[in-house]
């Protein structure tokens, strides 16, 4: 049984809810759920740590997310198990990615937060300098598709920021998280710094509603995200929100195409298509798109498919392979959910999927899917490539393929989203701004960005007085 862990103890209470291998469907741990008393003492314990923590010197907390890194390494192997069986990701993905990034998120940080000056204004006869306080008890809610990397995304830069957390991680995979609770007892960080609660969305709303709760950091789908904002706006929390995306991929005549079909398998195909920034529109200039919808479906068969997290979300995205055929797309292979002959026909699989010929204003190119899916269509000006990917009610990632330099830089400042990517995909510089734009969120977090977030700034402005002549 997997317990809450708050002001530094594990906390057994509430009912339990089982936790499912997306590989084979079976139930594989059962999880406490937190009630209203719960979440109450979790954010109690928070408060509590708050103001010691906050009193530390920013050199000191830096010493702490250098502790709980070294932490993260030492148990290197088990948060690498845990993520595998919650989330049923490949075992190379996991080792190279989502747990070295969990380390490279506290290490990074630390960096960054230690080394940040404060301004200072000088006019005459007037000195304006600002310091940053940390905002008081956070609360994170983190989604399920990369667990323990975008929970360490967050935990980092609020910690080193001075405050206390109250985390929530999806209820579909908590395992990391309570490792990491482990991590932080171990290390002997101060209780209650790091307090971590499971349960669904009725827990998170409960967390976020808390009037203990300074500040929310969300990160999931556009529809939590607008029912959150709702939630906290009487009391005007700071919210950062990562939402979700319809990311384009823009493929040129002038691209080096084999790079160009690589590259687009990976943005389509990762970890299942469950990352917000997989490609879902590829768009592809007339005269090498036969050629390419050709290889993208010949290399779509040879990926080996990845569960979906959950049989509701299975539903979800099969949903969206039956509605791409009644909106009378083409599909160019895949579509359905795979025969393996074993025990992963009871998991949650579907087909990696290429379908092309539907019209922008179809659904099935509008909504976010989040499985292994994506559409292909012609176009044949630069500038209609551009209107194509502005076409979206998202606007968190675009990716574009060509060998122009001058192309890809004017393309690249007229995409309206967060980030782009030339000629590559997924690579990230953690001192960057990350985020999006319209329905894919609310502010950045990166670097200096997420240290903004997670703290407010005072002026202080002191009248220097002139000696007497
Ligand atoms: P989700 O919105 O269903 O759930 C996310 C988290 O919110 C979970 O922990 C859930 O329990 C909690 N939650 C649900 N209802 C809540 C409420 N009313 N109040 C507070 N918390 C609540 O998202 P998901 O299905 O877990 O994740 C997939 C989504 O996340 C996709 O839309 C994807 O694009 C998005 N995502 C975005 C980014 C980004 O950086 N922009 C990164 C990863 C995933």
Same mark, same amino acid.
């Given at each position: 049984?997997?317990?809450?862990?708050?002001?530094?103890?594990?906390?057994?209470?509430?009912?339990?809810?089982?936790?499912?291998?997306?590989?084979?469907?079976?139930?594989?741990?059962?999880?406490?759920?937190?009630? +209203?008393?719960?979440?109450?003492?979790?954010?109690? =314990?928070?408060?509590?740590?708050?103001?010691?923590? &906050?009193? *530390? !010197?920013? /050199?000191?907390?830096?010493?702490?997310?250098?502790?709980?890194?070294?932490?993260?390494?030492?148990?290197?192997?088990?948060?690498?198990?845990?993520?595998?069986?919650?989330?049923?990701?490949?075992?190379?993905?996991?080792?190279?990615?989502?747990?070295?990034?969990?380390?490279?998120?506290?290490?990074?940080?630390?960096?960054?937060?230690?080394?940040?000056?404060?301004?200072?204004?000088?006019?005459?006869?007037?000195?304006?300098?600002?310091?940053?306080?940390?905002?008081?008890?956070?609360?994170?809610?983190?989604?399920?598709?990369?667990?323990?990397?975008?929970?360490?995304?967050?935990?980092?830069?609020?910690?080193?920021?001075?405050?206390?957390?109250?985390?929530? +991680?999806?209820?579909?995979?908590?395992?990391?998280? =309570?490792?990491?609770?482990?991590?932080?007892?171990? &290390?002997? *960080? !101060?209780? /209650?710094?790091?307090?971590?609660?499971?349960?669904?969305?009725?827990?998170?709303?409960?967390?976020?509603?808390?009037?203990?709760?300074?500040?929310?950091?969300?990160?999931?789908?556009?529809?939590?995200?607008?029912?959150?904002?709702?939630?906290?706006?009487?009391?005007?929390?700071?919210?950062?929100?990562?939402?979700?995306?319809?990311?384009?991929?823009?493929?040129?005549?002038?691209?080096?195409?084999?790079?160009?079909?690589?590259?687009?398998?990976?943005?389509?195909?990762?970890?299942?298509?469950?990352?917000?920034?997989?490609?879902?529109?590829?768009?592809?200039?007339?005269?090498?798109?036969?050629?390419?919808?050709?290889?993208?479906?010949?290399?779509?068969?040879?990926?080996?498919?990845?569960?979906?997290?959950? =049989?509701?979300?299975?539903?979800?995205?099969?949903?969206?392979?039956?509605?791409?055929?009644?909106?009378?797309?083409?599909?160019?292979?895949?579509?359905?959910?795979?025969?393996?002959?074993?025990?992963?026909?009871?998991?949650?699989?579907?087909?990696?999927?290429?379908?092309?010929?539907?019209?922008?204003?179809?659904?099935?190119?509008?909504?976010?899917?989040?499985?292994?899916?994506?559409?292909?269509?012609?176009?044949?000006?630069?500038?209609?490539?551009?209107?194509?990917?502005?076409?979206?009610?998202?606007?968190?990632?675009?990716?574009?393929?060509?060998?122009?330099?001058?192309?890809?830089?004017?393309?690249?400042?007229?995409?309206?989203?967060?980030?782009?990517?030339?000629?590559?995909?997924?690579?990230?510089?953690?001192?960057?701004?990350?985020?999006?734009?319209?329905?894919?969120?609310?502010?950045?977090?990166?670097?200096?960005?997420?240290?903004?977030?997670?703290?407010?700034?005072?002026?202080?402005?002191?009248?220097?007085?002139?000696?007497?002549?």
């Amino acid at each position: 049984m997997l317990t809450h862990f708050i002001g530094g103890e594990p906390v057994v209470a509430g009912k339990a809810f089982p936790v499912h291998d997306p590989v084979t469907g079976a139930v594989v741990r059962q999880v406490n759920e937190a009630d +209203p008393e719960i979440v109450d003492r979790a954010v109690r =314990a928070a408060r509590e740590a708050a103001r010691d923590w &906050a009193a *530390l !010197p920013v /050199g000191e907390r830096a010493g702490w997310m250098r502790r709980l890194a070294e932490g993260i390494e030492e148990r290197f192997d088990d948060l690498v198990v845990a993520e595998i069986a919650d989330t049923g990701k490949p075992l190379d993905q996991t080792r190279t990615l989502d747990v070295p990034r969990g380390i490279a998120n506290f290490r990074a940080f630390a960096e960054i937060a230690a080394q940040r000056p404060d301004d200072a204004f000088h006019l005459s006869g007037v000195l304006s300098y600002t310091v940053r306080r940390p905002l008081g008890v956070i609360g994170v809610i983190v989604p399920w598709n990369l667990p323990f990397l975008l929970m360490t995304w967050k935990l980092a830069p609020a910690l080193v920021s001075g405050n206390t957390v109250v985390v929530k +991680p999806s209820e579909h995979t908590p395992s990391s998280a =309570a490792i990491f609770a482990e991590i932080c007892a171990a &290390a002997g *960080l !101060p209780p /209650g710094v790091v307090n971590i609660i499971f349960g669904d969305g009725s827990a998170g709303r409960l967390l976020v509603e808390h009037p203990g709760v300074d500040g929310v950091t969300f990160t999931g789908s556009t529809r939590t995200g607008t029912s959150i904002m709702r939630s906290v706006a009487d009391r005007v929390k700071p919210i950062s929100f990562e939402l979700g995306g319809k990311n384009a991929g823009l493929v040129f005549e002038d691209c080096d195409l084999d790079r160009a079909i690589e590259g687009s398998v990976k943005s389509v195909f990762t970890n299942g298509g469950q990352v917000c920034l997989c490609t879902e529109r590829l768009y592809v200039q007339r005269p090498i798109f036969e050629e390419f919808c050709e290889r993208l479906a010949a290399r779509a068969q040879e990926v080996e498919p990845q569960p979906m997290i959950s =049989a509701e979300h299975r539903e979800k995205v099969l949903s969206y392979y039956t509605l791409a055929r009644s909106e009378g797309a083409k599909v160019l292979t895949g579509g359905g959910v795979p025969a393996f002959g074993d025990h992963r026909d009871s998991g949650y699989f579907v087909e990696p999927t290429v379908v092309t010929g539907l019209s922008e204003w179809s659904r099935f190119n509008r909504e976010e899917i989040f499985g292994p899916v994506c559409h292909v269509a012609p176009f044949d000006s630069e500038a209609e490539a551009v209107d194509l990917a502005n076409g979206s009610e998202y606007g968190l990632a675009a990716t574009l393929w060509t060998t122009s330099l001058d192309r890809a830089h004017r393309v690249a400042q007229r995409l309206e989203a967060g980030l782009v990517w030339v000629n590559t995909w997924y690579v990230r510089d953690l001192r960057t701004p990350f985020g999006g734009v319209r329905l894919s969120g609310i502010g950045r977090q990166g670097g200096t960005q997420s240290l903004d977030f997670y703290s407010e700034p005072t002026t202080i402005t002191i009248k220097l007085e002139q000696p007497d002549a």
